[in-house]
């Protein structure tokens, strides 16, 4: 039920959304970090707003440029007047980080992301600092733009559970979100949203212990295993999956289950996900690329 406001929130914010919302939360319950493609203007910061409202946590936005450093994202070591070492954290000490515009950065300063990520700890000088177990990364990049950009490596993207695209909505939703300015909505006033607080971290937690009860047949392993392999195989493709693929395919799908409230996957919870999870760790061969064959 838990989980279910929470989604319910995120609608009422970010119209006509539908399947970015739900890979959001899928993503957030089974520990994943996301990555958000989309233009300008279509909701993606709100999404993650509105979720850090619905969840009482910590939110920051890490605005990406090509002269940001590695040390104004994890935080540096300083001298005080007392002539001792301090560390001062940066802003990834947060429970929901938004990394804007991702590809803006070079792979320097992208790559201070890859430990947190993973380990879900930063090293300053040779000590390590643990983040909050809440702590899960939204990394946006807009697809048009290539001027002044770094294509994120395929380690990097790797890294994320699930590529969410956030496209333009239908022509009625897009009219309502004018309606919705005029009842007085307003994207940078978030007392605008109507949202409460549906769950703390120590809600989070929980609803992320229930997704590990959740149950998984060997068919279902086995479906999974066999859609990541033949990735692998496909003549239209230059890179298949990799075996996290299939780790954060199965996640998900428990995920998906729990939202749908049952305790056990199905295979449609895996078929539904699998495009948002495995889109970004595939290649399009150069010539069908050219002739707009996509990796959905």
Do not use: W
């Not at 089974?30 to 707003?49: F, N, S, W, Y």
């Not at 910590?58 to 301090?86: C, N, S, W, Y």
């Amino acid at each position: 039920q838990d989980a279910r406001r929470i989604l319910e929130a995120m609608r009422q914010v970010g119209l006509g959304q539908e399947a970015a919302t739900r890979e959001v939360l899928v993503c957030l319950l089974a520990r994943g970090h996301i990555l958000l493609e989309g233009v300008p203007g279509t909701a993606k910061t709100l999404l993650v707003r509105t979720l850090a409202l619905a969840l009482e946590a910590k939110f920051v936005r890490i605005q990406f440029t090509p002269d940001l450093m590695p040390a104004d994202i994890t935080g540096i070591t300083l001298l005080t007047g007392a002539h001792e070492f301090t560390f001062r954290p940066g802003p990834i000490f947060a429970d929901l980080v938004l990394a804007d515009e991702i590809n803006r950065a070079p792979a320097k300063t992208q790559a201070a992301l890859l430990e947190a990520m993973q380990e879900r700890t930063v090293t300053v000088d040779g000590k390590s600092h643990p983040l909050s177990s809440t702590f899960t990364v939204f990394a946006t990049q807009n697809p048009i733009e290539f001027e002044g950009t770094y294509p994120l490596p395929e380690a990097e993207l790797d890294r994320f559970m699930v590529k969410a695209q956030v496209g333009y909505p239908a022509a009625p939703v897009e009219q309502g979100i004018l309606t919705r300015y005029l009842e007085g909505f307003e994207a940078d006033r978030p007392e605008t949203y109507g949202v409460a607080p549906v769950t703390d971290a120590v809600g989070l937690e929980r609803l992320r212990k229930a997704v590990e009860t959740v149950r998984v047949e060997p068919r279902i392993t086995g479906y999974i295993t066999a859609i990541v392999r033949a990735t692998r195989e496909a003549a239209s493709l230059t890179l298949g999956a990799s075996p996290r693929a299939g780790v954060s395919l199965l996640k998900a799908a428990r995920a998906a289950a729990l939202i749908e409230e049952r305790d056990y996957v199905i295979p449609d919870d895996v078929k539904l996900l699998a495009p948002a999870v495995l889109r970004h760790r595939v290649s399009v061969a150069p010539e069908l690329e050219l002739e707009g064959v996509t990796a959905d």
